[in-house]
């Protein structure tokens, strides 16, 4: 039968993506073989693998939302039994990850609510809606909790705030999937090819050396392969010749291989050559030092081979009559004539590397030393414009499998790794903002259940022992907790020092009353001594000071101040060392501004240091940032690994839907995102309220006192679009149901009898405008509660 055009098969009111969907019209009127086969043998679980695969872990926006218009279309053909099978299979497997897929999830979101507006009626809502107002139950808790203790940490956007983005320790894939901004610029050819790849798949490009990337090189006689350690999303490719030599280069060929190898030594084999795929060309001029490529569209390269194809001839060479090259030894430079390669003069093998000294009997013209590599010709350094790209590559046997497995333990460990790292910084501004705004008192009502031992120890004091003053304590416990690693070492020092001192001092107090003028005046003079060096050089200049230099300046005998006399010896060590620290704490303070060179190279290489460390906000930053590349690399190997398994077990959805549906309630994870928990509960909220509208009979028996406690609830962290939402379902409850009514009705009272809540009175006046059943007592409730202002 001919095919009707597209314009005259429409009716009046059709929209084209249905018939698109439903087939092209045949004279007879019947849809075309193709989607008859397609609506014929297209069954639940083929959609639910469908709706999983492109609608909910779709790679881009664009892509879910397609797939969610064919979804809808598709499930439009089923029967009443099947659309009831589909719906709950979704509610209990996929709706279970909304919340660690976060603003990723809105199409799916939104597809299920239009399954509830459409096939409501046909839909058994009484199981679905408490798996439904449960996850709604257990994401506002996490919401409210979560946000509402850390608002003013993770809501801060700017660099000069202690917050930020580096704050928030979620796992969402919405999240780890976003690129942040770097502060290097980039070039517009880097931006360019940057719109091949998803911003998820490929960091931002950048230029870097090939060395800094490469996990092992091995070389052939003309060629250099090298292993790199991550995947790249290759650009441009530069190279440069230093002190260029004998053959002259003039075109290097590029290749690559977009999957990673074990052993670098498998690059070079035979069995690898047909993998390698030639993406471009570096020409180098004659006695040009530098040369670049830019590829017209980025490759994925895990391995890169250099090629060196043709050579320029030395203007001054000159040629043997059978046509070859003269070869001249490397070390005396003569010519060499032995078939072998063996200079008469010298003695050196000129075919010789002169680096490892291997011989290459197979290639005696080879440009590389297969060993290690070394050229005689120059050095060639290669920098790559090229942006990390994810390690996750399909599996293809059970090697590749085991790789996979590998790979996701490692990132699992690094990302743990980070994610503890960066919680540690955000503890600390934590505190810090804490301290700042007068939140870091603790409640110690408490206190007053415990005995005195338990309470001392609870407020960091030390245990009552003797020689324990009471005055010291508060000093001691401030000096406690602002002492650090660094500092105890030289407290104790310190302590030390003083003990010291003090037994010194008693002596010389018993030397001046037993042993007169003589002895009384050496013991003063030491007493003196030692408290003159403590005021000016602190306790340090008492550290260095021997015992046998004292107990003999105690045992001298004679009086004299003499140079001789160890005593004086002591003292003037003691004031030599408090001139030194006194001088080198004057060059310290006056930085590159003193007269000296060696203060001046000091006070830079302060500064240099103080640069080369990262700001806090910096810091955190970079833990965040590799953190969610860390995630990103997670996910996407998981993906891969889901996909191996579900293939090995021939089953498109990976789990068998139960029959008749079991809810699970707790089954549901919580997004604790700060960017995306808010839209998480708007969307599970927008469900179940469509679920109340499209059948209360069913779903009233999930309506709770917790339940109504969190539609009432609205902090300041909550976004308007979702407290509107909230007084919907409020109104939608109590103007439908009897039982939701008396139990809103009941928490209304309370609210206004104790704290006048004006989230309370907003609702209740917009009730008393209603026609329901119950009205008259909300009406009633609203006369007492104007009774009393």
Same mark, same amino acid.
């Given at each position: 039968n001919?095919?009707?055009?597209?314009?005259?098969?429409?009716?009046?009111?059709?929209?084209?993506?249905?018939?698109?969907?439903?087939?092209?019209?045949?004279?007879?009127?019947?849809?075309?073989?193709?989607?008859?086969?397609?609506?014929?043998?297209?069954t639940v679980d083929d959609l639910l693998a469908f709706i999983k695969q492109f609608v909910l872990h779709g790679r881009s926006k664009d892509l879910r939302s397609i797939s969610s218009n064919v979804a809808r279309k598709l499930a439009s053909q089923f029967s009443s039994i099947d659309k009831n099978r589909l719906f709950a299979c979704l509610i209990d497997g996929p709706f279970q990850e909304v919340g660690t897929l976060g603003h990723a999830s809105n199409i799916f979101s939104d597809l299920?609510?239009?399954?509830?507006?459409?096939?409501?009626?046909?839909?058994?809502?009484?199981?679905?809606?408490?798996?439904?107002?449960?996850?709604?139950?257990?994401?506002?808790?996490?919401?409210?909790?979560?946000?509402?203790?850390?608002?003013?940490?993770?809501?801060?956007?700017?660099?000069?705030?202690?917050?930020?983005l580096g704050c928030d320790l979620s796992n969402c894939v919405h999240c780890h999937k976003q690129v942040l901004p770097k502060k290097a610029t980039k070039s517009k050819e880097a931006d360019a090819g940057t719109l091949n790849f998803l911003p998820e798949q490929v960091r931002p490009y950048q230029k870097g050396r090939l060395e800094a990337s490469t996990a092992a090189s091995v070389s052939s006689a003309f060629s250099t392969y090298n292993q790199l350690k991550f995947r790249v999303a290759l650009s441009q490719v530069h190279v440069t010749v230093s002190d260029p030599r004998g053959r002259l280069v003039k075109t290097i060929g590029v290749y690559f291989s977009s999957r990673q190898v074990g052993d670098a030594s498998i690059l070079k084999s035979a069995k690898y050559t047909h993998l390698w795929q030639r993406c471009g060309t570096l020409s180098l001029p004659r006695g040009a030092s530098e040369a670049s490529c830019?590829?017209?569209?980025?490759?994925?390269?895990?391995?890169?081979?250099?090629?060196?194809?043709?050579?320029?001839?030395?203007?001054?060479?000159?040629?043997?009559?059978?046509?070859?090259?003269?070869?001249?030894?490397?070390?005396?430079?003569?010519?060499?004539?032995?078939?072998?390669?063996?200079?008469?003069?010298?003695?050196?093998?000129?075919?010789?590397?002169?680096?490892?000294?291997?011989?290459?009997y197979d290639r005696l013209d080879a440009f590389l030393c297969v060993e290690c590599g070394y050229c005689t010709a120059g050095g060639f350094s290669y920098e790559l414009t090229a942006g990390i790209a994810l390690n996750a590559i399909a599996i293809l046997d059970e090697d590749g499998f085991q790789k996979s497995m590998?790979?996701?333990?490692?990132? /699992?460990?690094?990302?743990?790794?980070?994610?503890?790292?960066?919680?540690?910084?955000?503890?600390?501004?934590?505190?810090?903002?804490?301290?700042?705004?007068?939140?870091?008192?603790?409640?110690?009502?408490?206190?007053?259940?415990?005995?005195?031992?338990?309470?001392?120890?609870?407020?960091?004091?030390?245990?009552?022992?003797?020689?324990?003053?009471?005055?010291?304590?508060?000093?001691?416990?401030?000096?406690?907790?602002?002492?650090?690693?660094?500092?105890?070492?030289?407290?104790?020092?310190?302590?030390?020092?003083?003990?010291?001192?003090?037994?010194?001092?008693?002596?010389?107090?018993?030397?001046?009353?037993?042993?007169?003028?003589?002895?009384?005046?050496?013991?003063?003079?030491?007493?003196?001594a030692l408290l003159s060096a403590g005021t000016s050089s602190g306790p340090s200049g008492f550290d260095s000071l021997e015992d046998s230099d004292i107990l003999n300046a105690l045992s001298a005998s004679g009086a004299s101040a003499s140079g001789s006399d160890p005593l004086s010896r002591i003292v003037a060590n003691i004031h030599a060392r408090a001139?030194?620290?006194?001088?080198?704490?004057?060059?310290?303070?006056?930085?590159?501004?003193?007269?000296?060179?060696?203060?001046?190279?000091?006070?830079?290489?302060?500064?240099?240091?103080?640069?080369?460390?990262?700001?806090?906000?910096?810091?955190?930053?970079?833990?965040?940032?590799?953190?969610?590349?860390?995630?990103?690399?997670?996910?996407?190997? /998981?993906?891969?690994?889901?996909?191996?398994?579900?293939?090995?077990?021939?089953?498109?959805?990976?789990?068998?839907?139960?029959?008749?549906?079991?809810?699970?309630?707790?089954?549901?994870?919580?997004?604790?995102?700060?960017?995306?928990?808010?839209?998480?509960?708007?969307?599970?909220?927008?469900?179940?309220?469509?679920?109340?509208?499209?059948?209360i009979l069913q779903s009233e028996h999930t309506v709770t006192r917790d339940l109504i406690k969190i539609l009432l609830k609205e902090s300041e962290c909550l976004t308007p679009r979702l407290k509107d939402l909230k007084r919907q379902v409020i109104v939608t409850l109590a103007s439908t149901s009897e039982v939701a009514s008396k139990m809103i009705l009941a928490e209304l009272r309370l609210r206004l009898d104790a704290v006048q809540d004006v989230t309370s009175a907003e609702i209740l006046g917009k009730l008393v405008q209603l026609d329901f059943p119950s009205v008259q007592e909300y009406i009633e409730l609203a006369m007492v509660t104007l009774t009393r202002l």
């Open positions: 001919p095919v009707k055009p597209l314009d005259e098969t429409m009716h009046h009111g059709e929209d084209e993506d249905d018939l698109l969907v439903g087939g092209y019209q045949t004279q007879s009127n019947r849809p075309s073989d193709p989607e008859q086969c397609l609506l014929k043998y297209f299920l609510r239009y399954f509830v507006e459409s096939f409501g009626t046909e839909l058994d809502l009484s199981n679905v809606s408490l798996c439904i107002a449960s996850s709604l139950v257990n994401q506002a808790t996490t919401l409210n909790h979560y946000l509402g203790q850390n608002q003013e940490l993770l809501g801060s956007k700017h660099e000069s705030d202690a917050g930020g830019k590829l017209k569209t980025p490759v994925i390269a895990a391995n890169l081979k250099f090629t060196y194809e043709e050579f320029y001839e030395k203007a001054s060479s000159k040629r043997a009559p059978d046509g070859s090259f003269i070869l001249y030894c490397p070390r005396c430079t003569r010519q060499v004539h032995n078939a072998h390669g063996v200079c008469g003069n010298c003695g050196e093998v000129a075919f010789q590397c002169r680096k490892c000294r291997h011989i290459n590998a790979m996701l333990r490692i990132a /699992n460990k690094r990302q743990a790794d980070l994610r503890n790292s960066l919680k540690k910084k955000v503890m600390v501004v934590l505190q810090q903002q804490r301290k700042l705004q007068g939140d870091h008192m603790e409640n110690l009502d408490e206190m007053v259940l415990y005995g005195p031992h338990l309470k001392r120890a609870f407020l960091g004091g030390m245990p009552k022992s003797e020689g324990f003053d009471e005055d010291e304590e508060p000093n001691r416990k401030s000096a406690g907790s602002s002492r650090t690693r660094g500092l105890s070492s030289s407290l104790e020092r310190a302590s030390a020092t003083s003990s010291r001192t003090r037994s010194l001092l008693s002596l010389a107090r018993s030397l001046r009353a037993e042993g007169g003028d003589s002895l009384g005046s050496r013991g003063d003079f030491l007493r003196q001139r030194d620290e006194g001088r080198s704490a004057r060059t310290g303070a006056s930085g590159s501004g003193g007269s000296g060179g060696g203060g001046r190279s000091g006070s830079s290489a302060s500064r240099k240091d103080d640069k080369s460390k990262l700001s806090p906000f910096e810091e955190r930053h970079r833990l965040y940032t590799q953190m969610r590349e860390a995630e990103r690399e997670c996910y996407e190997l /998981n993906r891969r690994i889901d996909a191996w398994n579900r293939l090995n077990k021939d089953c498109l959805l990976g789990f068998i839907p139960p029959t008749p549906f079991v809810a699970k309630p707790f089954a549901f994870m919580p997004s604790t995102c700060s960017v995306c928990s808010m839209q998480v509960t708007y969307q599970i909220l927008s469900l179940l309220h469509a679920v109340y509208t499209a059948n």
